[in-house]
T-cell receptor, first 116, second 112 residues
Framework: DAGITQSPRHKVTETGTPVTLRCHQT?????MYWYRQDPGHGLRLIHYSYGVKDTDKGEVSDGYSVSRSKTEDFLLTLESATSSQTSVYFCAISESDRGSDNSPLHFGNGTRLTVT | GDSVTQMEGPVTLSEEAFLTINCTYTATGYPSLFWYVQYPGEGLQLLLK?????DKGSNKGFEATYRKETTSFHLEKGSVQVSDSAVYFCALSEGGTYKYIFGTGTRLKVLA
């Protein structure tokens, strides 16, 4: 068990409101990731982090920002939610300190976000 | 760029049937390959992995062999059960980078 907790598990919000999703790990892994999962698209990387205050963009980062002020917490913020951001969001960690290497990703149970 | 292609689902099988889910990849280097399984309402769980050519990953009766010559990593199981009904994702990672690339997933439904 990689000890990953995502909160909230479900969220309904209105268009234009800010939303923050939280990912917490009980280990001290360096690399953390935020993905979104949509039918027909699989998992797409939003942002990732390789240490405290060290983050970078993934393939679908527009409209999202992230922060990592502590090793164990990685926050994803939708500054002004839109209906296109309705999705299931997954946090993941890599056991490798060098990023992907040969280590698999371990996933949280996801946050289902609905933007109305 | 790197990519993973897996067969579209859904795949519907009767219990005890043989399962194959095809996965092919493109990569510039020597990636590690993974199969993940996702049950309803849950995150992805690692099912098996292989880190170099000709490696065979196996777990819970599932197997996949890393075939560099055909750039494939097909998932197989000799006799599926209703409890295997889930979505299966093929993925790769390039060593020394942050990147993990996922396929679009294949839904498996096993009927009793």
């Amino acid at each position: 068990d990689a000890g990953i907790t995502q909160s909230p598990r479900h969220k309904v919000t209105e268009t234009g409101t800010p939303v923050t999703l939280r990912c917490h790990q009980t280990e001290n892994h360096r690399y953390m990731y935020w993905y979104r999962q949509d039918p027909g698209h699989g998992l797409r990387l939003i942002h990732y982090s390789y240490g405290v205050k060290d983050t970078d963009k993934g393939e679908v980062s527009d409209g999202y920002s992230v922060s990592r002020s502590k090793t164990e917490d990685f926050l994803l913020t939708l500054e002004s939610a839109t209906s296109s951001q309705t999705s299931v969001y997954f946090c993941a960690i890599s056991e490798s300190d060098r990023g992907s290497d040969n280590s698999p990703l371990h996933f949280g149970n996801g946050t289902r976000l609905t933007v109305t | 760029g790197d990519s993973v292609t897996q067969m579209e689902g859904p795949v519907t099988l009767s219990e005890e049937a043989f399962l194959t889910i095809n996965c092919t990849y493109t990569a510039t280097g020597y990636p590690s390959l993974f199969w993940y399984v996702q049950y309803p309402g849950e995150g992805l769980q690692l099912l098996l992995k292989a880190t170099k050519a000709d490696d065979k990953g196996s777990n819970k009766g599932f197997e996949a062999t890393y075939r560099k010559e055909t750039t494939s990593f097909h998932l197989e199981k000799g006799s599926v059960q209703v409890s295997d009904s889930a979505v299966y994702f093929c993925a790769l990672s390039e060593g020394g980078t942050y990147k993990y690339i996922f396929g679009t997933g294949t839904r498996l439904k096993v009927l009793a």
